[in-house]
C-alpha cells in the first residue's frame, strides 16, 4: 500500500524496538527505519541484533526476544529530557548577569 503511493523514499519513525518490527516496515514499503527509545535503552542493540543474525536462528526459541530492545515505552526517559531541559531554559531566562 505504502510503495504504491509514495514518490520518494520514507522512514518509519516511531516505535521500532524489534528487528522484527524493522523488517515488517521494510516489507511493508518504508526505505528507513528509525529507532530512538531502543537505542536509549541500549546503545549496543543493533550490534547486539547484528551478532545473534550473524550467528542464525539456531531454532532455540530465543531468536524474537534477542534481537528485540528492552524498552517498555514507559517514556520515562522522554519525561526526564523535558524536565532537563526546562531546567536549563529557567536557568537561562532567570539569568541577569
Ligand atoms: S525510560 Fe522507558 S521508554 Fe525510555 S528507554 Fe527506558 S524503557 Fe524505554
Redesign the pocket.
Do not use: T
Given at each position: 500500500m505504502l510503495a504504491a503511493v509514495r514518490t520518494i523514499p520514507v522512514c518509519l519513525v516511531g516505535g521500532v524496538t524489534s528487528l522484527a518490527a524493522a523488517e515488517g516496515a521494510i516489507r511493508e514499503g518504508f526505505a528507513f527505519v528509525q529507532m530512538a527509545?531502543a537505542l536509549?535503552?541500549e546503545p549496543g542493540l543493533v550490534n547486539r541484533i547484528r551478532n545473534r543474525l550473524s550467528n542464525g536462528d539456531s531454532g532455540d526459541g530465543n531468536f524474537a526476544v534477542d534481537t528485540e530492545s528492552p524498552?517498555?515505552?514507559?517514556?520515562?526517559?522522554?519525561v526526564r529530557m523535558r524536565f532537563a531541559t526546562s531546567i536549563v531554559l529557567a536557568a537561562t531566562l532567570t539569568d541577569t548577569s
Open positions: 527509545r536509549i535503552r524498552c517498555i515505552h514507559c517514556n520515562e526517559c522522554v
